[in-house]
């Protein structure tokens, strides 16, 4: 029903900047959450952040807070993620996520539609 493509990843030095992209198709709700996942070689996959698709305020997880935002582009359906000061621990496969709920929900279980991940590599 959700088809979700992430894009945009790549190799960056500490101190840089990322955006990701993560474009929808099917049907999006705007009771849909949109969330940012990663997963690090050996750990579990995380939340990043995320937001309902109709708007409202973002959840954040700790590690990223200020550091890491998201913004939608309803024309072009699609979900961006901005990272900023990234350090070397912000390596990981960044994934964007999505399920029906009247808040953002933090666990991965959570979520039933996901993209494929995009491979993101901060250097020291």
């Known amino acids: 029903q959700v088809q979700l493509v992430e894009s945009g990843g790549g190799s960056v030095q500490a101190g840089g900047s990322l955006r990701l992209s993560c474009t929808a198709s099917?049907?999006?709700?705007?009771?849909?959450?949109i969330g940012w996942f990663r997963q690090a070689p050996g750990k579990e996959r995380e939340f990043v952040v995320g937001?309902?698709?109709?708007?409202?305020?973002?959840s954040h997880a700790g590690s990223v807070e200020g550091r890491f935002s998201l913004s939608i582009d309803y024309a072009k359906n699609t979900v961006y993620l901005y990272g900023n000061s990234l350090k070397p621990e912000d390596t990981a496969v960044y994934f964007c996520a999505a399920h029906q709920s009247k808040v953002v929900l933090t666990t991965s279980k959570e979520y039933n539609y996901w993209g494929q991940g995009t491979q993101v590599t901060v250097s020291s």
């Open positions: 937001r309902r698709w109709s708007g409202g305020g973002m």
């Open positions: 099917g049907r999006i709700f705007s009771s849909y959450v």
